[in-house]
């Protein structure tokens, strides 16, 4: 069974910080690189740069490890959040 992850809004600067957080939220569900891109339909080379940070990393694939992780990417205009 999955272990609740404890993640407030987070503001991501960069790909690095992106992937960082992917890892450890993946991780933190005792997924395998495997499992996950698998779910997602994308190699696990991709995944594994992506959690390194690869500033090239496809953005549509991107979103899809998101998604079928449950994790959602929210824009504002900056000065307008609680971030």
Same mark, same amino acid.
């Given at each position: ?15 690095? *910080?992106?992937?960082? %957080?992917?890892? &450890? ?5 005792? +997924?395998? $690189? ?20 690869? *500033?090239?990393?496809? %953005?549509?694939? &991107? ?5 079928? +992780?449950? $994790? ?12």
């Amino acid at each position: 069974m999955p272990l609740a992850f404890s993640l407030k809004a987070t503001q991501i600067k960069n790909a690095h *910080e992106l992937g960082a %957080l992917i890892r &450890a939220f993946r991780k933190s569900q005792h +997924l395998t $690189l495997e499992t996950v891109s698998g779910m997602s339909n994308v190699g696990i080379r991709f995944l594994s740069e992506l959690e390194r940070g690869k *500033e090239t990393a496809e %953005l549509g694939k &991107a979103l899809a490890i998101l998604s079928q +992780l449950g $994790l959602n990417i929210i824009i504002v205009p900056r000065g307008n959040g609680d971030m």
